[in-house]
Nanobody, 123 residues
């Protein structure tokens, strides 16, 4: 059974940093591509960053230059380092996974989801 567990969320002031983690279990991590999504109250779920098994990455324009997605295959864990946080980054952050395919920031391309971790940025 595939399980994704996020951690690392919290409350920070504008300009601060957070590092989110997503621990995966129940499948062979190396065969999957992973992504981070976020959803603010009253808004749809948007892709933030994605990484494939080879380490290729893509980012949403809204976060490019401020966040870095990475992974540790040995730990079956994905990370999202977020710097220069802004109030508009406030949202529930989710990790997602799917087998094979290309990197994507579309929520419809992922079938496994974590429960989310809250990030709140105050001005």
């Amino acid at each position: 059974q595939v399980q994704l567990v996020e951690s690392g969320g919290g409350s920070v002031q504008s300009g601060g940093s957070l590092r989110l983690s997503c621990a995966a279990s129940g499948y062979k991590y190396n065969n999957y591509r992973m992504a981070w999504f976020r959803q603010a109250p009253g808004k749809g779920r948007e892709g933030v960053a994605a990484i494939d098994s080879a380490g290729n990455t893509i980012y949403a324009d809204s976060v490019k230059g401020r966040v870095t997605i990475s992974q540790d295959h040995a730990k079956s864990t994905m990370y999202l380092q977020m710097n220069s946080l802004k109030p508009e980054d406030t949202a529930m952050y989710y990790c997602a996974a799917n087998l094979g395919g290309w990197n994507s920031l579309s929520r419809y391309d992922y079938i496994y989801w974590g429960q989310g971790t809250q990030v709140t940025v105050s001005s």
